[in-house]
């Protein structure tokens, strides 16, 4: 770390700035015995996260790929607008065209439902359900970092 960077770090219970996103931390100075470097300790501050996060796995059989995006990106599209989505990525892989990931990030625990309930997912779902070579899988996560607000 150089210099500059680790004079920032050295006050205690300071809000401090990494790649625009903002977090609370306290810091701990310890010497290094064997290096003589100076060695900080940070430990952020955990909180009750809301954000709940889906990534959905689809296998999509080759024939169908380009319409799979088409109306995937037509339903991240309308997605995005509704009141309870920070985000919506749909995402593919470089080596295996036909796999994709949709990354959800819900604000409360009752968006995933209430998304599941509007017209757009509910065309989509019918639409893309011939397209997948295996029935698709959504995993979920908590969210850790950025802090609820900084999405």
Excluded at 25 to 48: F, H, P
Excluded at 51 to 61: A, C, D, F, L, R
Excluded at 79 to 84: A, K, L, M, V
Aim: charged letters at 25%; a positive charge; glycine letters at 4%.
């Amino acid at each position: 770390m150089d210099r500059r960077r680790r004079e920032g770090l050295r006050s205690s219970g300071r809000r401090h700035a990494f790649f625009s996103t903002s977090f609370e931390c306290s810091l701990s100075k310890n010497q290094a015995a064997l290096t003589g470097e100076d060695v900080y300790n940070i430990q952020i501050s955990t909180r009750s996260q809301k954000m709940h996060i889906v990534h959905v796995h689809v296998h999509v059989k080759p024939e169908f790929v380009e319409a799979f995006k088409q109306a995937t990106v037509e339903n991240a599209r309308k997605s995005i607008q509704e009141p309870g989505i920070a985000r919506f990525d749909v995402i593919q892989h470089t080596e295996d065209p036909t796999r994709f990931v949709l990354v959800e990030v819900y604000q409360s625990p009752g968006a995933p439902a209430a998304h599941k309930e509007t017209p757009h997912y509910k065309l989509w779902r019918d639409a893309v359900m011939k397209m997948m070579a295996e029935p698709r899988q959504g995993i979920r996560y908590a969210n850790i970092f950025p802090a609820d607000e900084n999405w």
